[in-house]
């Protein structure tokens, strides 16, 4: 799905529902840090108008996605705090370290293929809760997620595209896919988004 190498592995939709208040706790913070990353892109890199227009809308919308888990997390009378260190992220980011394509604008183009599969992994694992979570408003409000992810997902790939061409592009982010599928499949099961 998505360019995505390897399936969420089978156990994790259980793991996360039967903690589904630390997948909303983790859920709350890869939404800030979705529109924070946006936000960056933008003060970084304005020489690119599409980008700046793009992303400035994405961080409005990776916001609202803020406020609606938080309703939700107030609705369960969970408590939020701020997060944790980030295994999946990490690991992707350091996946880059050492390689970064040495075109103009390599850097951005590292960024914005990390972001495309953020986004394609959260699209994978919203799928699985629209179809498994306990309520139906849960469900749908997941479907809902799942679609926007989609969309971020194809935004984030279209602006590397835009910044270095096509080819090479598509090229690193098959090549950070596969690194991404490596880092799936030896991280730990947790009720997490990622």
């Known amino acids: 799905m998505l360019g995505l190498l390897t399936p969420t592995p089978d156990g994790w939709i259980d793991a996360a529902l039967s903690n589904l208040d630390a997948v909303l706790l983790d859920h709350l913070h890869c939404e800030l840090k979705a529109a924070s990353n946006a936000t960056a892109l933008v003060a970084r890199y ?21 406020q609606q888990v938080f309703d939700e997390l ?9 997060p944790g260190e980030d295994p999946y992220a990490l690991a992707l980011r350091r996946a880059t370290q050492g390689d970064t394509p040495r ?11 990390i972001g495309a599969l953020i ?22 409000w997941y479907g809902e997620l799942f679609a926007s992810e ?5 935004l984030f ?3 590397a595209e835009d910044a270095v061409g ?21 991280l ?6 990622h």
């Open 74 to 82: 107030e609705r369960r009378g969970v408590r939020a705090h701020p």
């Open 166 to 186: 096509q080819e090479l592009a598509r090229k690193r982010i098959a090549q950070l896919a596969e690194r991404e599928a490596e880092i799936v499949e030896r």
């Open 119 to 140: 986004e394609a992994r959260s699209c994978e694992r919203f799928k699985l809760l629209e179809k498994h979570a306990p309520t139906e408003a849960l469900r749908e």
């Open 103 to 113: 075109a103009e604008h390599g850097a951005l183009l590292d960024r914005l293929a």
């Open 188 to 193: 730990p099961l947790e009720p997490r988004v």
């Open 46 to 66: 304005p020489m690119f108008p599409t980008l700046v227009r793009s992303l400035s809308d994405l961080a409005r919308e990776e916001l609202l996605h803020v």
């Open 150 to 154: 989609a969309r971020h997902f194809r």
């Open 157 to 159: 790939a279209s602006l």
